[in-house]
Every structure is written in C-alpha cells, then in structure tokens.
C-alpha cells in the first residue's frame, strides 16, 4: 500500500464557474442574478464540505495503511481535518436571525 506523506497529497482541482456576485452585492430587482447567487452560493458551500470529505478519506486510508505508525505518520491529515471540521461546513443561502427571547425580557 501506498501512504500518503504531507508533501504527497493536495487538494484535489475542481470545476471553475463564471464569477457571479455574492448575494449582499446583488440587486434584488434582478430575478436572474439573484438566483445565480444563490446558486453560486450553494455550490460553492458544497464543494467546501466535500473537500472534508475528501481528508477524512485520506486520513482513513493512512490510518489503515500506517498501523500502530498512524499518530506520527497521519498528524498532518489530522491537523488539516480538525482546521476542515471548522471552516468547511454547509451554509445555505439565507441566514437566519436567532434571538433569545429570555435575554431580551431580563
């Protein structure tokens, strides 16, 4: 089996897109452009998580292919992992406001 080193493994290329505005920059008079912003949006918030998916993946086939090695072998993986479970997270379009309604009585 092969092992994956940290100079060895990169993010994978993915597809390119036309550069579209991001929803807070676009008139919201413009049906078209809004929904390509949308989009636009969505896609790219999916193709971060997937590119989580994507080292969680490698670090399983390291951890296999390392054996009882794996916590010196593999820290790099896990160190790009543990960075990916907070930056690469699915976001819609729309955010919500939350507000804690006791917070706002006291």
Known sequence: MTTTTPDSWEYPAHRK??????????DP???AAVL???ALA???SWINAMEGR???NELKKCHR???VNHY???RHLVELYMASLKEKRVQGWK????SNKSEESA
């Open 17 to 26: 897109f036309d550069n579209v505005l991001p929803l807070s920059e676009v």
């Open 29 to 31: 008079n413009d049906p």
């Open 36 to 38: 390509r912003s949308r």
């Open 42 to 44: 969505v896609r790219e």
């Open 54 to 56: 994507i080292i969680q």
């Open 65 to 67: 292919a390392e054996g």
């Open 72 to 74: 010196q072998n593999c």
């Open 95 to 98: 955010t919500i406001e939350t």
